[in-house]
């Protein structure tokens, strides 16, 4: 009777925390990077494309932690994305918003190559400052 009342209660445990390690990796915040290639002779139109989506998803999705994208300077068709988002769920929920599918139907033509690297963040609890360039943006 007492090994079954003891086996019982650690399934139970190892279920529970089975349970917390799931949700806690749920939770966890979404790092990635965006590599692209964009053809040259929509270069400009594109980037002022990727502005407007990635400034519109940082302002009004809670969930969209950073967008921050860059050209490398001698191919400045080539671009990496730094995407940081809340959780694996705030990431499904930006891919269904109307900025994000303009974004995505405005610049196909214009996208050569795409690649998306998953990462693992080493510091996950570190923060980006700021440096009040949003606040001097709204202003």
Known sequence: ????LSLTLALVVV????????????????????RLVIDPGQLEQYKAILKEEAETSVRVEPGVLTLYAVSEKDNPTHFTILEIYADSTAYKAHLKTPHFLKYKTSTKDMVRSLELVETVPLMPDMKI???GSALRREK
């Open 1 to 4: 009777m007492f090994n079954k």
């Open 15 to 34: 279920i529970s925390l089975s349970g917390e390690r799931a949700f806690a990796q749920e939770k966890r915040p979404m790092v990635r990077l965006a």
């Open 129 to 131: 400052k700021d440096g």
